[in-house]
């Protein structure tokens, strides 16, 4: 790149100020403190440092910069219209915050060009680029550093590292020595309560270190020394943090270095006085005509590096190219149906009666070999959760074609992780925990449904029906508040059989994430038939039909649920009352469906009745609220599983009961 003296250099990093003043100004809301104090930072990585083609903000080998640090939002935006990244104009930083501009409040993947990851929620970009640099790794291993070779920069705040989910991430990124990550730290000592020191002393330079990084500070506006640090950390081997010691809102007279310039607009006069003190000159919005075009240029510098990527990857097979370009689009290998039928018909041929956590591995056993992306992982659960198939090969620093993730106890960091594999392109992955623990995993499964983003988690001991780990363990309104959030496709299968099913939806999925929620308890499998249809696809259908005319009572139940349902319909039976069995493996997809669909499952009996070792939460919409419900009411209880069942009241001739008194009205 271009030599650039610190004349130039300032000239640069002010024309990301100025815009970040006038951007919140305009907005009357925003945080212009950080885009202030980081410029430098900013300004030394994308004319010096940054493998970036501003022409295409998406090839495959682009330096990933990730805005950990969201409220700073401006500094991306910034950054974006000077390099000239399609689609962001100045007429966009002129419209920042406002409805429906692609300048939201914190930067989304999904409205913006260039922006890698949604964040916001503090730590949760720092997070996601762990899991960005593993895939970097996994994918150079796979096919060669010729085409695969990037670094994952990450500028982060104190608020970033002060959130829980940054010791998670720092941890897993140490002990992996992700050497390829580079995480800038925003180092200017203020949060929104004033100073740092009143809330937080810890060394965070130590810390890193602690964790297995190679870290060091630095002066956050001398560009050289920025520099020099950051050509020190691409010679490490392991991941890198470098403290660079700023203040917020440089350049503000009153208001740099203090609390005020963190999430306000500076106000008129204190703007104007920070441009006559930085020496920005012309109206808002202006940037010379002389450093738009040095940042144009920057914008251009990565189109060598490109077009000399695209020659290394022609020089690849036929058949590796194919391969990547498949991986990168999430088009799922042409033989995944016909594993998953061939699966099913040995099922039929030799019925499991097994936990359907135990079902999930069955299954992966007959994916993964057809699915080499498929990257599975668990927060130190492995032999509970099941997702480790015989053949799988740990990832680590040693082994980085392994497809086996070891997360450690680290539910939150995990989730995240799963996010950046997935957002960096070549893989699809899943990890497993309790479904208990979705709460610790929640921020990063909700920024997941809010992307789009096709992360599937594996979560067992999904009821009461895990016993005597207790009420601690037992999640009573988990299946009900992830149904809650939008975009989130929850899946309680009941068999075997649909457990397959329920993996075939999820992989086959490209726009959002999917919770496959495992029992750890034997079921028996009720699927008689293995059609190539996946019968689980709309979300619920009649498994069993009623007998000896019109149906009178409806049974819904999903996963361990739909075996009492069965053994009430032949209770029912006994008694006169003909009752059909709907299986409802995903409630939610169900209500999805149109609504001619929705009434052909649901049908007309006029009794309904759900059952789930659940909250009812949610049900009403099938059902109704005069529909009859068995589930839990409260927490639940320590002890065998089958006596908790009996002592919460949820057994068939409980749903039987609950039948014939409708019935008997």
Known sequence: MTTIDRAQHDKLANAIRGLAMDGVEKAKSGHPGLPMGAADVATVLFTRVMKYDAADPRWPDRDRFVLSAGHGSMLLYALLYLTGTPGMELADLEKFRQLGSRTPGHPENFETAGVETTTGPLGQGLAT???MAMAERMLAAEFGKKVVDHHTYVLASDGDLMEGISQEAIAL???????KLIVFWDDNGISI????????????????????????????????????AIRRAQKSNKPTMIACKTVIGFGAPKKAGTSKAHGEPLGAEELAAAKKALGITGGAFEVPADVLKTWRAAGKAGANAHASWRSRFGLLSERKRGEFERRLAHIVPAKLDKAI???KKALIAAPQAVATRKASELALEAIIPVMPELVMGSADLTPSNNTRTKAAEDFTPKTPKGRYVRYGIREHGMAAAMNGITLHGGFRTAGGTFLVFADYARPSMRLAALMGVPVIYVMTHDS????????THQPVEQIASLRAMPNMRVFRPADTIETAEAWQIALERTDGPTVLALTRQNLP????????????????YELLAAEGGKAQVSLFAS???????VAARKLLAEKGVRARVVSVPSLELLLAQDEATQAAIIGSAPIKIAVEAGVRFGWDAVIGHDGGFVGMHSFGASGPYKDVYKHFGITAEAVADAAMKKHNA
Do not use: M, Y
């Open 525 to 540: 499998q009720l699927r008689t038939d293995a059609s190539a249809k996946n019968r689980s696809a709309a979300g619920a």
């Open 559 to 565: 996963g361990s649920e739909v075996e009492l349902a």
């Open 341 to 343: 039928l061939a699966h």
């Open 173 to 179: 990124a140490g002990h992996q020595k992700l050497n």
């Open 129 to 131: 680029a762990v899991g």
């Open 193 to 228: 309560d004033g100073p740092l020191t009143i809330t937080d002393n810890v060394d965070q330079v130590a810390r890193f270190k602690a964790c297995g990084w190679r870290s060091e500070r630095v002066d956050g506006h001398d560009p050289d020394a920025i520099e020099a």
């Open 464 to 471: 009461i029906g895990l016993g005597e780990d207790g009420p």
